[in-house]
């Protein structure tokens, strides 16, 4: 009787530790995915809404936080020179892939890794970048999302010609410490003659940019628009640059919508969100035992042009009505 016993409580305890090993097993098979965002995790920034847009895609592919996909998030705050840190502190963590939309993040995990699949979602030429080999046909780890910004800036300065009529002098605010900006603003600068059109470069610097410094100076150099360049940076103070540009009368031209709702007069770009939700197909694939070598970088095909007519009015700006009619969000 006591032999069974034993031999029972044996057996049982085996069982049970079976089960363990199983379910340790089946934790670890949970993929992890990392990902960076260039904002905060605060509910107001900007940046929110685009993981959001993620996960969301995500879920639309059967996945379930925290079920069978696990994320690991780092938040940049806008700071760029954070950010290579925060890439290797995800790079440790040996996930299944990382997700990364800042092409000084970019750079840093190229540096850090050449396995771990790196999925990005990108404001400049990849390739021009030295990223990856081309965008058919990628090579290494890196896949994703880019936009090519010579075509959208020639667009840009288009459209500000037609708005703009017989004004002639732009001026471009960028972050100079930047490699992402330095590469938008040599596409500007080569659009621009076939335009006649005249660049003046305003330049700041982070940690905490001089914008009433480059306002005035944009004064100086008699500008009579205002291109702003997209980076982590400059999002930190949309709502500042939009109201600078108001108080100097500045036409501005930005690279992504919420500048617009910011109150800046317009903008021409492709949707975040929605390259941000697609970014999370390239990780299922990923996940599925694709190499990102062999998945093609996508380029957005519909652009959006949003105009902001309320700040137009309080410059005196007159949208013409052919630039309204093509407009596909106007704030009013």
Not at 138 to 144: D, R, S
Not at 280 to 285: G, P, Q, S
Request: aromatic fraction near 6%; charged fraction near 20%.
């Amino acid at each position: 009787m006591n032999k069974r016993i034993v031999v029972f409580c044996l057996a049982t305890t085996l069982f049970f530790v079976f089960v363990h090993l199983a379910k340790a097993q089946q934790a670890k098979e949970v993929p992890l995915v990392g990902v960076l965002s260039n904002g905060s995790p605060r509910p107001t920034d900007t940046y929110v809404q685009l993981v959001e847009a993620f996960r969301h895609g995500l879920r639309d592919l059967g996945y379930v936080e925290g079920k069978n996909v696990l994320l690991e998030y780092r938040y940049a705050e806008g700071k760029l020179d954070r950010m290579p840190a925060l890439v290797t502190e995800l790079v440790q963590l040996k996930p299944a892939a990382i997700v990364l939309s800042s092409f000084v993040a970019i750079r840093a995990a190229k540096q850090a890794t050449k396995t771990i699949p790196i999925v990005m979602i990108l404001s400049v030429d990849p390739v021009a970048g030295g990223i990856v080999d081309s965008l058919a046909r990628p090579g290494g780890n890196f896949t994703g999302l880019a936009l090519l910004t010579r075509d959208l800036s020639a667009k840009r300065l288009e459209l500000l010609t037609e708005v703009l009529q017989k004004k002639s002098r732009v001026a471009v605010l960028w972050d100079s410490d930047a490699p992402g900006p330095k590469i938008a603003f040599e596409e500007y600068t080569a659009a621009a003659p076939s335009m006649k059109l005249q660049l003046q470069s305003v330049e700041v610097r982070g940690p905490t940019p001089d914008f009433d410094a480059a306002f005035q100076a944009a004064a100086k150099g008699h500008a009579q628009a205002l291109i702003t360049i997209r980076n982590p940076l400059l999002a930190r103070y949309m709502k500042q640059i939009a109201t600078l540009a108001i108080k100097s009368r500045l036409p501005s031209m930005c690279e992504e919508a919420q500048y617009v709702e910011s109150g800046c007069v317009m903008s021409y770009a492709a949707s975040d969100p929605n390259r941000w939700q697609r970014a999370a197909i390239y990780v299922d694939k990923i996940l599925k035992g694709r190499k990102p070598a062999d998945l093609p970088i996508e380029q957005p095909t519909k652009f959006e042009l949003v105009i902001n007519l309320k700040a137009a009015k309080q410059i005196g700006l007159t949208i013409p009505p052919n630039v309204l009619a093509r407009a596909d969000k106007v704030i009013k």
